[in-house]
Nanobody, 124 residues
């Protein structure tokens, strides 16, 4: 059974940094796509970063240059390093995963596995 568990959310001041983690379990050796999403109150869920099995990454324009997605295959962890945070980054952050298909923030529209989310709050 696939499980994703996020951690690392916190309250920080603008300009600060956070590193989110997602512990993944239950995956087999098939081609996987993993990603980070966020959802602010009253808004839709936004795909902000993806990484495929070969390590290719993609980012939403809203986070490009500030956020970095990475993974530790040996320990089955997905990470999101967030720098230069602004109040507009305040949201619930989720990790997601699935098998095969395109792995890009713009073209990947289906995800079967989700974590429960971790809250990030950025104050000005």
């Amino acid at each position: 059974q696939v499980q994703l568990v996020e951690s690392g959310g916190d309250s920080v001041q603008a300009g600060g940094s956070l590193r989110l983690s997602c512990a993944a379990s239950g995956f087999n050796n098939r081609d996987t796509c993993m990603g980070w999403f966020r959802q602010a109150p009253g808004e839709g869920r936004e795909a902000i970063a993806t990484i495929d099995s070969r390590g290719h990454t993609s980012y939403a324009d809203s986070v490009k240059g500030r956020f970095s997605i990475s993974k530790d295959n040996a320990k089955s962890y997905l990470f999101l390093q967030m720098n230069t945070l602004t109040p507009e980054d305040t949201a619930m952050y989720y990790c997601a995963a699935d098998y095969g298909g395109p792995c890009d923030t713009r073209t990947r529209t289906w995800w079967n596995y989700w974590g429960q989310g971790t809250q990030v709050t950025v104050s000005s």
